[in-house]
């Protein structure tokens, strides 16, 4: 007796295509068992990924240079509630230091961290290569230029490039995604050591342009520094509430595709004979994921290494189904960069180190090891 399961994806392949029909051996309890074994501790996982971030949330809501106690943070923190009573004995700058300073840094370093390691996921989805992403692919590099453009040119109306900066970076990481495809590509295939070589000569070339404007901008450039070395100082709600819409088409889009991106997990042929339009949905999930990228990049400056090892780890505990890697990615990668904003602010106390420097000092042996371990292995 033969069971059959079916998996439908529900966009991406053609009318008489959309039913894959797998056939397995009936009478097998324990694949049964190990399937549903797999979804509870994914959602157990899953549910503990969420309170850390919470727990990280938490805690980076009680640093910082003014010595605001931690009951006192939570009382404020409470006090917007229904049926609390506000807090009368607390001063009024406290109220302006944790809603309009501390708050918004910390929600601004979650969507970062989210949206580096949701585009790092999709990256190395589409490439089928673990060590793709934003910063290694050069495309962090190229909607840092871009942005370095917006911040110079007559263009923006203040230092910060609000207006401009997201659609330049956008710009600027999509053309960087086309050139490493377009070199990568060999006939229906890409390569993924060419791919790897083409992002790293060209976030060196993107970084020499980017030093030529340091040196020639004068002092309408001086935003450029902090721009490169990362970080949250200027984080407002204001600047938030223009990146949602960036970062909520993107996700959205990549999403709708995880379906999708699992069958490009099989060689590309393969995909193909399935009903999967490969170029087509290649571009549009690389444009989807190059848009979250770019408003992060926008958001915060260049901050490397997140949308390398978050996908990695959280694919390593949780599997490779893009369904499941996508929004625990999210999560994780949201978790990851306030705990190095945290780290930053706190370590050097009351200076503050550049968040990118913590994030590379962290990623940067995690990728040797990376290479050390897929060398072992024969990768």
Do not use: C
Request: glycine share 10%; charged share 10%; no cysteine.
């Amino acid at each position: 007796m033969i069971k059959r399961n079916t998996w439908r994806l529900r966009r991406g392949l053609p009318a008489e295509s959309r039913t894959i029909d797998v056939r397995l051996p009936a009478g097998r309890k324990e694949d049964a068992s190990a399937v549903r074994h797999l979804t509870h501790r994914t959602s157990i996982l899953g549910l503990g990924a969420v309170i850390v971030l919470i727990a990280m949330a938490a805690v980076a809501v009680t640093q910082g240079a003014a010595p605001i106690p931690a009951t006192t943070t939570l009382r404020l923190l409470f006090s917007d509630l229904p049926f609390v009573t506000a807090p009368t004995d607390i001063p009024d700058t406290w109220h302006t230091i944790i809603f309009d300073i501390r708050l918004p840094r910390i929600v601004a370093a979650g969507l970062v961290g989210a949206a580096l390691a949701y585009s790092g996921a999709s990256y190395q989805g589409v490439f089928r290569n673990p060590l793709a992403g934003p910063f290694l692919l050069g495309i962090a590099s190229g909607a840092a230029l871009a942005a370095a453009i917006a911040i110079v040119s007559p263009l923006t109306e203040d230092s910060a490039g609000v207006g401009w900066v997201p659609i330049f970076a956008f710009v600027g990481a999509i053309i960087t995604v086309i050139i490493v495809y377009l070199i990568a590509q060999t006939g229906a295939a890409v390569s993924n050591v060419t791919l790897i070589l083409a992002g790293v000569a060209l976030s060196a070339v993107f970084s020499a342009v980017t030093s030529f404007i340091l040196l020639t901008g004068g002092e309408q450039a001086r935003p450029i520094f902090a721009f490169l070395f990362g970080g949250f100082n200027a984080s407002s709600w204001t600047r938030i509430l223009v990146a949602l819409p960036y970062l909520a088409i993107g996700g959205v889009v990549v999403m709708a595709y995880s379906r999708v991106l699992n069958v490009l997990q099989l060689d590309e042929q393969q995909a193909a004979q399935l009903g999967v339009d490969v170029r087509r949905t290649k571009l549009i999930i690389l444009a989807a994921a190059s848009l979250v990228a770019a408003t992060a990049v926008a958001m915060a400056g260049v901050i490397g290494f997140v949308g390398l090892i978050v996908p990695h780890v959280v694919r390593m505990i949780f599997g490779g189904d893009h369904r499941r890697l996508l929004p625990l990615a999210a999560v994780v990668g949201a978790a990851f960069l306030i705990g190095a904003d945290v780290i930053a602010r706190t370590v050097l106390a009351p200076q503050e180190v550049p968040v990118g420097i913590v994030t590379a000092m962290i990623g940067g042996p995690f990728f040797l090891i990376l290479l050390r371990t897929r060398r072992m292995d024969g990768a």
